[in-house]
């Protein structure tokens, strides 16, 4: 079964500083991704940023970057600079294809970003 | 502009009285979910379709009904709501629902059972 665990339930950041949100993942099936989502005040899901199992590198996507750690079954996202826009909760997922799972989309609990000026 | 739409945004009502929230995408996407968020739990799947008449139950569908008659409606039911379905819910799609694929979400339809 699928399984996301994100342990740092709040995280505060001094705003142009970096910020490590992590993420640990378990699945015995191969073809997997994970995902980073954000979801600010507001409610919406904002798509962050996605890293294939198969990858060799590591995902980046502007400010953003994911610390892909297979062995470790580690996915940790880096926000670099950090921006008082930041400041928000943020989801780390994961889809694989294995059997009666295949489709589904597996959350963690979340991190709440908080920066600070 | 693509987009996954979803109403109503925000719904009170009582216990028992039934009720849908509806869900479409624009993107011709064959799959399409129901997510439910709750403070300390992240998001929980209830129900996902992988394509027209086809649906299945996810983490947590007790309580909670779908149907997928057309490719880009969704809709999650509640026939009998009760207190414990208080919730921020989320509609979702993708292409065909496989691993490499981000899912698009609706802006949320938070429900409070009275």
């Known amino acids: 079964a699928q399984k996301i665990t994100q342990t740092q339930p709040g995280m505060f950041v001094q705003e142009k500083e970096a910020v490590t949100l992590d993420c640990t993942y378990d699945t015995s099936d191969p073809s997997y991704g994970l995902f980073w989502y954000k979801q600010p005040s507001s409610g919406e899901m904002i798509f962050l940023i996605y890293?294939?199992?198969?990858?060799?590198q590591n995902a980046t996507e502007g400010r953003y970057s994911l610390n892909f750690q297979k062995a470790r079954k580690s996915a940790n996202l880096v926000i670099s600079a950090s921006q008082l826009g930041d400041s928000a909760m943020y989801f780390c997922?994961?889809?694989?294809?294995?059997?009666?799972?295949?489709?589904?989309?597996?959350f963690g609990q979340g991190t709440i970003l908080t920066v600070h000026p | 502009e693509a987009q996954v739409t979803q109403n109503p945004r925000y719904l009170i009502t009582v216990t028992g009285k039934k009720l849908t929230v509806t869900c479409s995408q624009n993107?011709?996407?064959?799959?399409m979910s129901w997510y439910r968020q709750d403070p300390g739990l992240g998001l929980r799947q209830i129900y996902y379709s992988m394509n027209v008449e086809v649906t299945d139950k996810g983490d947590v569908p007790e309580g909670y009904k779908v149907s997928r008659k057309e490719k880009r409606n969704f809709p999650l039911i509640l026939e009998s709501p009760s207190p414990n379905q208080t919730s921020l819910y989320f509609c979702?799609?993708?292409?065909?629902?496989?691993?490499?694929?981000?899912?698009?979400f609706g802006s949320g339809t938070q429900l409070s059972v009275l």
């Open positions: 997922a994961m889809r694989d294809a294995g059997g009666t799972s295949y489709g589904k989309l597996t």
């Open positions: 993107m011709n996407h064959e799959y």
């Open positions: 979702a799609s993708s292409l065909e629902g496989a691993p490499n694929e981000k899912l698009f």
């Open positions: 890293q294939g199992s198969y990858d060799q």
